[in-house]
């Protein structure tokens, strides 16, 4: 199994990234895909989530309206479109997955994203 961010970068205040992460080793298409971020001295907390159908998204309100996460159940890629940068959104960034059972989870091994002037 296999979870494989891209994208991360350097961008400025107001400027936009896209992050990627590709999947392989498990059935992509049965897995809720959710970006998580990390940033220094700061817990692991939830950005974004899409389920597996494509049906539902939810957001971290910090991210609400600047944000969009989106998938490709044909490319097993989950991606996550981030406008409006701010300095605050600075962090390392995970992929995860989760499926139906307890121990389908899986976490990519993050990329990171600065958003400095």
């Known amino acids: 199994v296999q979870l494989v961010e891209s994208g991360g970068g350097l961008a400025q205040p107001g400027g936009s990234l896209r992050l990627s992460c590709a999947a392989s080793?498990?059935?992509?298409?049965?897995?809720?895909m959710s970006w998580f971020r990390q940033g220094t001295g700061n817990g692991r907390e939830l950005v974004a989530t899409i389920s597996s159908t494509d049906e539902h998204k939810t957001y971290n309100d910090s991210v609400k309206g600047r944000f969009t996460i989106s998938r490709d159940n044909a490319k097993n890629t989950v991606y996550l479109q981030m406008n409006r940068l701010k300095p605050e959104d600075t962090a390392v960034y995970y992929c995860?997955?989760?499926?139906?059972?307890?121990?389908?989870?899986?976490w990519g091994q993050g990329t990171q994203v600065t958003v400095s002037s």
């Open positions: 080793g498990f059935t992509f298409s049965r897995y809720r």
């Open positions: 995860h997955a989760r499926g139906f059972f307890a121990s389908e989870v899986y």
